[in-house]
C-alpha cells in the first residue's frame, strides 16, 4: 500500500520553517516527489521557501548556500538520478549523495536526502507517489522530526545549563 509521509503527533502544528530545494532535471518525477514534500509540510503547520537548481549534481552547493543562511531550521533537497548508458549515473549520484552527507555533518541544520537513485523511470515513479510511496512526502517528514529533534535536545540542554550555574 503507498505510504505517504505522515507527521508523528509530535511534528504536527510545527512552526519550523524549511528549505525545499527541488532540480528541474527529471522534471516529471521530480515534480511528483516536490507535491508530496509540500503537502507533508503544510499538513504539519511548517512554512517553507522553494528553490529550484538545474539537477542533483548542483543541490549540495545550494544548499551549503541556503543552509549557511541561518532562516531555515532543516533543508529537503529533491532530485532524481536515473541511470543510463554511461557511467554519468555514478557521477552524479556520488556527488549529490557524498556532497549532501558532507553537508549533514558540517552545517548545524538538518539536511535530508531526498535524491531517487533509479535504474528506470519507473522505479523512480513507483517512488515518486506511485507503488512505493512518495520519498519527498517521507524527506519532508525526515526533516521535521529532525527539527522536533533538535528543538528537545536544546530544550534539555538549556535546562542542564540552569541547574549547574
Known sequence: MPRLGRPSASIANTSAHIAVLATRWNAAVVDKLLAGALETL????ATHELFRVPGSFELP????????????????PL????RGDTPHFEYVARAATDGLARL???????????????????QALDRAGGAEGNKGADAATAALELVA??????????????RTR
Open 104 to 122: 549533514s555533518l558540517e552545517q548545524d541544520v538538518p539536511v535530508v536526502f531526498g535524491v531517487l537513485t533509479c535504474d528506470t523511470v519507473a
Open 42 to 45: 503544510e499538513r504539519a503547520g
Open 149 to 162: 529533534l533538535a528543538q528537545s535536545i536544546d530544550a534539555r540542554s538549556a535546562k542542564t545549563s540552569r
Open 79 to 82: 532530485g532524481c538520478v536515473i
Open 61 to 76: 552547493q545550494i544548499a551549503r548556500r541556503v543552509a549557511r543562511t541561518g532562516r531555515f531550521d532543516a533543508i529537503v
